[in-house]
C-alpha cells in the first residue's frame, strides 16, 4: 500500500469523473434499449406526450418505459417538462440518439460498447490467461456495431474527401479501375465504392465468413453487379494488376500486417495506390493521453490486440498504433512512397505507393 496521502482535490477531481463513466456505462445501455425498441424515434415523431402515450406507439410496457424515460432524463438524453408530465426529444438529442446512418448518431458506438460487455466473463479470461481470441470469437452484436460505427464516417468521408486527397486514384475510379478492399468486414465500404464508381470493379476480402454472407447479402439488396466478395486472408487474396486497394480500420487487427502489407504491394500495378485508414493517434503513450486514444485502447484490449494475437506472427499493433508505426509497416512491406493524405478526428489516412 502507498504511504502517500490522498490529495483531496485530485481524489474528488477523479471520482467525480468516475462517477460521470458509471453514468456512461449504464447510459449507454440505456440508449441501446431504446434504440432496439425504437423509443427515440417514436419520441422524435410523435413530439412531447406523456409515457402512457409513447408506450401505446411503441408497445413497451408503460411502467418500464416510465423508468426508462427517467433514467433517460436524468442523463439528459431526453427532455423532461415537470409541468405537464411529459417527454421530448431536441433536435440535438434526436440527431446523437435516433438519426440512424447519419455521422451524428452514436448508436452504432453504443452497439459496439454494448457488445464488449456482452461478452465479459471471456475478455476477463484472456486478460488474465494472455490467450488469443480470433475476430470470430465475438458476438455477432460486435460485427453489427463495428460496421454501424464506422458506416456513417466512411459515408461522410470516403467519397468526398478521402479518394480526392489521393494522387490521381479518383480519376483512375471514374474511368474504371480494378479495386481491392481488404478486411472488408460487412462491406460498406466496399459497397459505397461500388455505387460511386460504377465503371469500377470492386473486390471484397475478409477471412471472417458470416461477415462475408453479409456483405454478399447487402450487395445483391442494393442490385449491384460490379461487386464480389470472398472470404480470404488478407496473404492470400487472388488476382493481381489491382489500380487500388483500401484497408478500412483493419489493418492494425492483422498477425502479420506486414505480410500483408506486401501481398497487397506484390497485387497492385506498377502505378497502384495502398490506402491505409487507421484510427488516429499520435505516435507515443505519452502524447496520446487523451478521450478517444482511452476509447480506442480500450476496445484494442478485448479486440485488436487478442485478434491479432489470434494470428501467425502476433504483431499485436493496437488501435492507437500512430503514423510512424503504421509507415513503418508499410515500408518493411516495400513499399517506398508512405504519407498522411488526409485525416478527419477519428482516423488518419495513409497513401503509399511502390
Ligand atoms: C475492425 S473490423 C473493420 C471491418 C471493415 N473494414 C469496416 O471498416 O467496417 C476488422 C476486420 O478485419 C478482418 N481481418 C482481421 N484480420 C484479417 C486477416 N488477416 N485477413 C483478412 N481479414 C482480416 C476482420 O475479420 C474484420 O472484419
Known sequence: MSDQA?????????????????????????????????????LESTGPCSHEYLAKKTGVDARYLRE?????????????????????LSPEQAAIFSHEGEPTCMQGFFQSVVAQYEEHETAVD??????????????????????????????????????PALDGVEAKLNAGAKVGDIGCGL?????????????????????????????????????????EFHEVTAKNFPGDDYDFICIFDALHDMGDPVGAAAHIKDSLNADGTFMVVEPLAADTLGENLNLLAAIFYGFSTTICVPTSKAQEVGLALGAQAGEKRISDVLKQAGFGRVHRATETPTNMVLEARK
Open 6 to 42: 490522498i490529495n483531496d482535490d485530485k481524489f474528488n477531481a477523479l471520482l467525480g469523473k468516475v462517477m460521470g463513466d458509471v453514468g456512461g456505462a449504464i447510459g449507454l445501455l440505456m440508449a441501446y434499449m431504446g434504440d432496439q425498441a425504437g423509443v427515440y424515434k417514436a
Open 68 to 88: 426508462w424515460l427517467s433514467a433517460n432524463a436524468a442523463a439528459g438524453y431526453v427532455d423532461y417538462d415537470a409541468g405537464n408530465d411529459t417527454f421530448s
Open 126 to 163: 484472456v486478460f488474465k490467461t494472455g490467450r488469443p481470441r480470433p475476430w470470430s470469437e465475438h458476438s455477432p452484436c460486435c460485427f453489427c456495431g463495428t460496421d454501424r460505427f464506422f458506416r456513417p464516417g466512411y459515408a461522410a468521408n470516403l467519397v468526398q474527401n478521402w479518394i
Open 187 to 227: 462491406g460498406s465500404s466496399t459497397i459505397l465504392l461500388a455505387q460511386t464508381y460504377p465503371n469500377s470493379r470492386i473486390y471484397g476480402f475478409d477471412f471472417h465468413g458470416p461477415s462475408i454472407e453479409k456483405a454478399k447479402e447487402k450487395a445483391k439488396e442494393a442490385g449491384l453487379t460490379n461487386i
